[in-house]
């Protein structure tokens, strides 16, 4: 604690040659600014559907990637970006970078960017009154990444600081002030120069955000929800909310990410909340008291700790091999016996239900965590009806917090059934049922001071996607030299 708190300290003392630069255009823009700061920034994100090749995990297995536009610097660099719950960091490639996993990327100037600054793991300048430097002897950061569907790998880089804008559901970037406008803000960031193949080689877009708590960032100022908070709090003439909500749904419903507030539209239900446990770890993750198979308690989570991580960078629901078992073992013994052609069907399998604190259920049913139903062992052999979860491991390489856990991923096969909300504020998430919505109008909400409610209606179609990332980023470690 005391720790963290020096270095906000240390943060907070420097004016920043960034913030110098941009003050008089702050000043100029202020009114518009303030019209605009009170209302959630609703994001639309692009699908891309693969198949993942050979050199991946689930190979074979089809996989979506979701991203949206930001862009970096002045004058702006277009990137396409996932936002990741599990990550920690903004993470983008440098134009230095030659792995292959870097060549079909945009990549970050920050020659170009007239905001740009190098900048060490604490914030402050690699040299003392100069934006910029060729000095060697600086931090650099590793990545450490592991993904259930395509494998672990690392990107290692330095720390620079620039501006970046956040476009949502019309935003004009020509900044026309009769319409609204992209949300700019500076931001710590993490650019690689070195990038492993795998994952990183398999993924359709540019680079990362990450959306996690501070515990997975370098420092505070590297928190892009605290960053996106900072930027547009009282002093910009409203009350953001530190909070973003995620709507994935179907193919033909599409998804959102909103930032700073929720969309009512998609709630079929007041939203029912459940604590982050243990939210110095950085992740979005709940306890489970209880499991249950149809109306059957399972008899785990009593002698040791349950959690469920919340990161549709998964396809399916993730369940721990230790309790992997038991419980195929019981959805085997609780379905119903082998019909005709290839045997059970997946709702012939039971439900099954995780009890979060606060009596919060997550009912998940079958087709959503059965990865395998129904495989021939041979040719005169009846078909086999059992089931088989998607099991893995928590690496304690990668994530040692988490090595006397049992971890449940709730990946997008879980998500899509319900709309999050992650409050960073209450170190809370709630969640609801989650609706359909064809209409033109969404009605976004933002709790503001004193529990009050402050609403903003935007118009236009609300065509958005999933958000795909990687899960249980660990922190980017710094080193120095090099």
Known sequence: MLAALSLLACCASSLTSYEAQVKDETAESSTKVAAYTAAPKLIKLERQSVILPKTAVRAGKRKNFYSAKI??????QDFHVNFDLGGGTL???????????????RHYNKWISEYAE??????????????????????????????????????????????????????????????REPRCFPVAMLIARKMSDRPFGLEPYDGTVGLSLKGMSVSPEFNFLADFHR?????????????????????????????????????????????????DEGRWQVSIAAIRVGNNTFDACHDRVCRAVIDYSSSLLGVPTSLAGGLETVLARMSPPSGFGDGCQPFDIPDLHLE????????IPSEDFVSEIGSRKGLLSSPSCNPRLTHHVIDAEHDPDQSHQDVFILGESTLRRYYTF?????????????????????????????????????????????????????????SLGM
């Open 71 to 76: 862009t970096v610097g002045k004058p702006a």
């Open 91 to 105: 993470v983008l490639p440098s134009k230095d970078c030659t792995d292959h996993a870097c060549l079909e990327r």
């Open 118 to 179: 190098d900048i060490n793991s604490n914030g402050e300048l690699v040299q003392a009154n100069h934006a910029k430097t060729l000095l060697r002897r600086r931090d650099h950061g590793t990545l450490q990444v592991h993904s259930i569907d395509m494998g672990s790998g690392q990107v290692r880089g330095t720390f620079v600081r620039d501006q970046v804008c956040v476009y949502g559901v019309g935003d004009d970037p020509s900044g026309d002030n009769k319409k």
């Open 231 to 279: 930027g547009y709090g009282d002093g910009h003439g409203g009350t953001f909310a530190n909070s973003f909500g995620l709507h994935i749904g179907s193919d033909a419903d599409g998804a959102e990410l909103t930032l700073g507030g929720y969309d009512v539209k998609r709630l079929t239900n007041p939203l029912q909340w459940a604590p982050v446990a243990d939210p």
């Open 356 to 363: 979060l604190q606060n009596g919060v259920t997550l009912t």
């Open 422 to 478: 992650f409050n960073a504020d209450t170190l809370s998430v709630g969640f609801s049922l989650a609706a359909g919505s064809k209409g033109s109008t969404s009605i976004l909400e933002l709790p503001g001071k004193d529990g009050d409610k402050k609403r903003k209606t935007l118009e236009g179609d609300i065509t958005v996607v999933l958000v795909q990332v990687r899960i249980l980023r660990s922190k980017t470690v710094s």
